[in-house]
């Protein structure tokens, strides 16, 4: 079989509905992804603008003689993408299963009404989606863990309080420094957190494909409608966006 052959295989393998509400789906997350960076210059989303208050919190650091409250800050900080990437495993482990017994649930999805009839094949296919999605989630969970394990660090090697009070202007030009780069830090922990949630609110969408293409593409479509909403025109940037 010819490469050509083997292409043209491959492209029937699903019809054309599914194979451009797939397409659809990468798009849009990849499409959001880079949208909702590109935005944050221009409209400051809720990532940026917490990102500031990150920064400022790191400044208010280098001001504490004793910065027990910023560790237990960070250390709670933490649990969210522990609680996660823990959850996330089960979830995968679930899926795992069920691709295990595939042909018992593509009948119990049969019989749901509206719900796709497709071969037991086309249905393994689905779940490997699911399972692609969650397994994208569980690295980007731990990896945040790991970046706020490095924020702590840097809140633990902060410079005195007291030392930089006595340098004067090198000193207030060390406290900018260390606020920059631990506030980046923190920063890149919470961006990589939310790309995490963001795995997670684009699964709804994948499970619309067990339902039709159709429900596929608008859910899709939602998802990036809720995340934009709540990222960009959420009431809760307004509140964080007001002035002190």
Same mark, same amino acid.
């Given at each position: 079989?010819?490469? &050509?052959?083997? !292409? ?5 393998? +699903? ?5 451009a509400a797939l397409a659809?789906?990468?798009? @849009?997350?990849?499409?959001? @992804? ?7 210059? *221009? ?34 900080? &933490? ?9 996330? *495993?089960? *979830? ?8 295990? #017994? ?6 119990? /999805?049969?019989?749901?009404? !509206? @719900?796709?009839?497709? #071969?037991? +094949? /086309?249905?393994?296919l689905k779940l490997l ?8 989630? !569980? ?39 260390? @606020? ?5 830090? /923190?920063?890149?922990a919470a961006e990589t ?18 339902? &039709? ?6 859910? &899709? ?10 990222? !960009? ?12």
């Open positions: 079989m010819d490469a &050509s052959n083997k !292409f043209w295989l491959v492209l029937n393998f +699903l019809p054309w509905t599914d194979w659809g789906y990468f798009a @849009a997350w990849a499409g959001y @992804a880079h949208f909702a960076r590109q935005r944050a210059p *221009i409209k400051p989303s809720l990532l940026a603008t917490t990102n500031r208050i990150r920064r400022q919190w790191m400044l208010q650091t280098s001001y504490r003689d004793v910065r027990i409250l910023d560790g237990q800050v960070m250390q709670n900080l &933490s649990t969210s993408p522990s609680f996660f990437a823990s959850t996330t *495993i089960l *979830i995968i482990g679930g899926l795992l299963a069920a691709l295990g #017994t595939s042909d018992k649930a593509s009948e119990l /999805v049969r019989e749901i009404p !509206f @719900a796709a009839r497709t #071969t037991a +094949l /086309v249905f393994d989606l699911m399972i692609a999605v969650f397994i994208y989630a !569980f690295f980007r969970f731990t990896w945040s863990m790991r970046q706020y394990t490095f924020g702590a660090l840097l809140i633990g090697a902060a410079p005195d309080a007291k030392q930089l009070d006595a340098m004067g202007e090198q000193g207030a030009a060390l406290r900018e420094a260390f @606020a920059d780069r631990a506030g980046r830090v /923190v920063g890149l957190f939310n790309d995490g949630l963001r795995a997670y609110y684009f699964s709804f969408a994948a499970i619309g494909w067990f339902f &039709s293409p159709a429900v596929f593409a608008l859910g &899709s479509a939602g998802v990036v409608w809720i995340l934009y909403r709540r990222e !960009f025109h959420s009431e809760v940037l307004a509140v964080l966006r007001e002035q002190p």
